[in-house]
């Protein structure tokens, strides 16, 4: 029997509101016990110094494959993963074809198995092809493994759809992670709209295109029951959408991305595409109200939108550029610098972002070092500074908009499932 | 190799009160000081009559290749470039890209490098992706000249127009200057309310108020969707061309005809206008859209004036690309040339 003991580490576990220097104790890739004992493993893991909590989990990656494998593949996505700290990742199903059916998202988990890394939780499409034209087999793709259902990169625009696409996950207990656009008001866009955009002569993407999705789709869930998931969120408006959904019952939770609480719009001045994503970088009022959102519950989730692409793809000019950034190797050293060090949020809320509250959302039994739950764990060094640099990452691209920056907080040591795996 | 920025600047040792160029690039004139501008205007007016002469020519630019690379159409500024650039004695070579670099697979980027591969001094370059002069700069060694950048930027019709205004007024300072039209996506518009408010003039932008964002106020202009009611304050009005091509999805507004009837400009709205105002048009005209023919061919007009200033101001622009010093006061075009001699070439 393989027992493995991480011992004297700062355990913060928010699901059990466990925050204490602790030791924790597994056997047979399950926790047995978080607490005081130590006792006698066939691996001990010293953690002196470092934060032991449930493995992190990004519900919002893109992998790539089928289709972009020159950008990154299901086993190099995992890599990355591992070495961000994160046991667990949510892969987004644009691939080439959509994973919209229940065959494709067993091949997402079988090339996850055989990576061996990451755990890898399919997302199957809400429409067949993500055309947002009818409902994809949800009910298969359920069977076949799929956590939650989304046409992300793309909305589901058609209200009439996402209405019966939140009625009907429901019936499978699964939310439907919505890319919160309207296309006719994102038309050309391919920033943020606002003075930058002016100044630039960059087609602009207004806030009211994010905002005006959200606030449809919270009186859809609101009248249907079903679970609402709006996915990386980035206006004052979004914030306040969601919010007022929650304060009236809706069942609607939201996440935001590193680069959504990090980067404003003043970035695209260097026409330089690395700062082009999808929601666009907004302006400072905006990245305020993701922090306060975060500090207040608002948002429930942080979530990496790792989208790798193609160097070449991203030395088009602006407008021409695909959308996306990777974050998964980066992730944990934001939050740490940019949320926790200046006192927005707590460490343990920050973990709370990207372990139990994913898990609920995607209804994985993960994110809690419970006894018996799976022995998923991240081990990280909260002092620990270090610089970004893009070539040392194990993803295929090198789309990161936070080369040469410094952060504080690295991945030492993950346990997935029992077994250990160092971050580099 | 082309002559590097640091090696061409220091062939002319700078004389003591010589103000020097912040750069030999020219992408926008959101980035240049209110003293740039009065200088590159200044090195304009010392070429004034070399550009209006087929007679002389200077050979400041002997032996340096100007290459026009517009990937996007134009007639008057690339002819006006290539005029400009022989007229200071350089070789001159048009690069003719096809509608976009991209339809042949290949990046703005590369098809750059592989022009400079072949050793040019100057890279003038039009481009329907804003920001791409910019992001040229980072790849290759040649001065970049933005020659309309999207909407972003067109700097040398911003300076044109401003040399325009000088000749005809005397100054710029204190003037109210309209300029009316498709404001979010003109590039005219943008360098010519950077050039003006840093020279110290009143602008106003006319237009629609789907064409005109709330943003622009922060530019320091001020925004009227009346026409009637700002052009009799006018001093200068510069009327910009409808771009039907640069709207995508639904139309901005509703149709030509309530467009000519609300903003355009024709004899009887010119009649409540100063009896001094500047007519201005940075062509092509839309003659019957935006302007009537005989507003445009009238007594106020200058817009044939522009042609002439968008040459000198060329020049002005092309000699600072090379990385020659501004003129002294005083100094001619010759005494130029044998300043350079003194340079290693």
């Given at each position: 029997m393989t027992t493995l003991l991480i011992k004297g580490g700062h355990v913060i576990d928010p699901a059990n509101n466990i925050d204490a220097v602790a030791n924790v104790f597994i056997s047979d890739g399950k926790i047995?016990?978080?607490?005081?004992?130590?006792?006698?493993?066939?691996?001990?893991?010293?953690?002196?110094?470092?934060?032991?909590?449930?493995?992190?989990?990004?519900?919002?990656?893109?992998?790539?494959?089928?289709?972009?494998?020159?950008?990154?593949?299901?086993?190099?996505?995992?890599?990355?993963?591992?070495?961000?700290?994160?046991?667990?990742?949510?892969?987004?199903?644009?691939?080439?074809?959509?994973?919209?059916?229940?065959?494709?998202?067993?091949?997402?988990?079988?090339?996850?198995?055989?990576?061996?890394?990451?755990?890898?939780?399919?997302?199957?499409?809400?429409?067949?092809?993500?055309?947002?034209?009818?409902?994809?087999?949800?009910?298969q793709m359920v069977r076949?493994?799929?956590?939650?259902?989304?046409?992300?990169?793309?909305?589901v625009h058609n209200a009439a759809l996402m209405r019966l696409a939140l009625q009907y996950a429901a019936m499978f207990d699964r939310c439907v992670i919505q890319h919160s656009e309207d296309p006719n008001l994102f038309g050309c866009g391919c920033m943020h709209e606002g003075r930058v955009s002016m100044e630039l002569g960059l087609e602009g993407i207004p806030a009211a295109a994010e905002e005006s999705m959200i606030a449809r789709d919270v009186i859809l869930a609101k009248s249907t029951g079903g679970h609402l998931h709006a996915a990386h969120i980035s206006t004052r408006g979004s914030a306040a959408q969601v919010r007022a959904g929650k304060a009236s019952g809706v069942r609607v939770t939201a996440e935001v991305t590193p680069h959504h609480f990090t980067l404003t719009d003043d970035r695209v001045r260097s026409y330089d595409p690395v700062y082009k994503m999808n929601p666009p970088l907004r302006e400072g009022p905006d990245v305020q109200a993701m922090i306060e959102a975060l500090r207040d519950g608002t948002i429930d989730v942080i979530a990496s939108d790792h989208a790798p692409h193609a160097t070449e793809e991203k030395e088009l000019e602006f407008g021409e550029a695909p959308f996306g950034v990777?974050?998964?190797?980066?992730?944990?050293?934001?939050?740490?610098?940019?949320?926790?060090?200046?006192?927005?949020?707590?460490?343990?809320?920050?973990?709370e972002t990207m372990t139990i509250n994913p898990a609920k959302i995607l209804r994985l039994a993960k994110g809690t070092l419970s006894p018996g739950a799976d022995a998923d764990v991240t081990l990280f060094d909260p002092k620990k500074t270090w610089t970004v640099t893009a070539a040392?990452?194990?993803?295929?691209?090198?789309?990161?908009?936070?080369?040469?920056?410094?952060?504080?907080?690295r991945p030492e040591t993950v346990v997935v499932g029992g077994r250990v795996l160092s971050c580099r | 190799m082309p002559r590097t920025p640091a090696t061409a600047a220091a062939s002319k040792p700078a004389a003591s009160s010589s103000p020097a160029w912040s750069s030999r690039h020219l992408l926008g004139l959101q980035e240049l000081s209110a003293d740039e501008i009065r200088l590159i205007l200044r090195q304009a007016e010392a070429y004034r009559e070399l550009a209006t002469s087929n007679a002389k020519k200077s050979a400041l630019l002997k032996g340096r290749l100007v290459v026009t690379m517009f990937v996007e159409p134009s007639t008057r500024t690339k002819v006006s470039f290539n005029l400009a650039a022989r007229r200071l004695g350089a070789d001159t070579l048009d690069f003719a890209a096809g509608s976009s670099s991209l339809s042949k697979g290949e990046t703005l980027v590369d098809t750059a490098l592989n022009i400079e591969a072949?050793?040019?001094?100057?890279?003038?370059?039009?481009?329907?992706?804003?920001?791409?002069?910019?992001?040229?700069?980072?790849?290759?060694?040649?001065?970049?000249v933005n020659?309309?950048?999207?909407?972003?930027?067109?700097?040398?019709?911003?300076?044109?127009?401003?040399?325009?205004?000088?000749?005809?007024?005397?100054?710029?300072?204190?003037?109210?200057?309209?300029?009316?039209?498709?404001?979010?996506?003109?590039?005219?518009?943008?360098?010519?309310?950077?050039?003006?408010?840093?020279?110290?003039?009143?602008?106003?932008?006319?237009?629609?108020?789907?064409l005109i964002p709330a943003e622009l106020q922060e530019f320091g202009v001020k925004i009227s969707h009346d026409f009637d009611d700002l052009l009799p304050k006018l001093d200068v009005v510069n009327i910009l061309r409808i771009q039907l091509e640069r709207i995508k999805g639904p139309p901005m507004f509703p149709s030509i005809r309530?467009?000519?009837?609300?903003?355009?400009?024709?004899?009887?709205?010119?009649?409540?206008?100063?009896?001094?105002?500047?007519?201005?048009?940075?062509?092509?005209?839309?003659?019957?859209?935006?302007?009537?023919?005989?507003?445009?061919?009238?007594?106020?007009?200058?817009?044939?004036?522009?042609?002439?200033?968008?040459?000198?101001?060329?020049?002005?622009?092309?000699?600072?690309?090379?990385?020659?010093?501004?003129?002294?006061?005083?100094?001619?075009?010759?005494?130029?040339?044998?300043?350079k001699a003194g340079g290693p070439q």
């Open positions: 047995v016990s978080v607490g005081d004992k130590a006792p006698k493993a066939t691996e001990t893991i010293e953690a002196k110094g470092l934060v032991v909590c449930p493995g992190l989990i990004d519900m919002h990656v893109h992998l790539r494959e089928p289709g972009k494998e020159e950008e990154e593949t299901i086993a190099s996505g995992s890599a990355a993963a591992i070495a961000g700290g994160f046991t667990s990742v949510a892969a987004m199903p644009n691939t080439e074809p959509a994973c919209d059916s229940e065959a494709q998202v067993e091949f997402t988990i079988l090339q996850g198995r055989r990576a061996a890394l990451a755990n890898v939780f399919p997302i199957g499409a809400v429409s067949k092809g993500r055309k947002g034209e009818e409902l994809a087999e949800i009910g076949g493994g799929a956590v939650a259902f989304s046409d992300d990169g793309a909305p990777i974050g998964l190797e980066t992730m944990i050293g934001l939050v740490i610098t940019f949320l926790v060090e200046p006192g927005h949020i707590t460490l343990a809320r920050a973990i040392n990452f194990k993803s295929r691209s090198r789309n990161c908009p936070f080369e040469g920056w410094k952060l504080k907080g | 072949m050793a040019i001094d100057i890279l003038v370059v039009r481009h329907p992706a804003s920001g791409s002069p910019e992001s040229l700069t980072r790849q290759v060694k040649s001065a970049v020659a309309g950048d999207g909407a972003h930027e067109h700097p040398t019709q911003g300076l044109l127009d401003v040399d325009t205004i000088l000749a005809h007024k005397g100054k710029v300072e204190g003037l109210r200057v309209g300029i009316v039209g498709d404001i979010l996506h003109s590039r005219v518009a943008r360098s010519n309310i950077w050039a003006l408010t840093k020279l110290g003039a009143e602008v106003w932008v006319c237009g629609p108020s789907t309530e467009y000519a009837r609300l903003f355009g400009l024709n004899g009887a709205r010119l009649k409540t206008a100063k009896k001094d105002i500047l007519v201005m048009h940075p062509g092509p005209l839309n003659r019957g859209v935006e302007i009537t023919p005989d507003v445009a061919d009238g007594p106020r007009s200058v817009i044939l004036d522009q042609v002439a200033h968008g040459l000198a101001v060329r020049m002005a622009v092309l000699h600072r690309a090379a990385g020659f010093a501004p003129f002294a006061t005083g100094d001619s075009p010759a005494e130029a040339r044998s300043a």
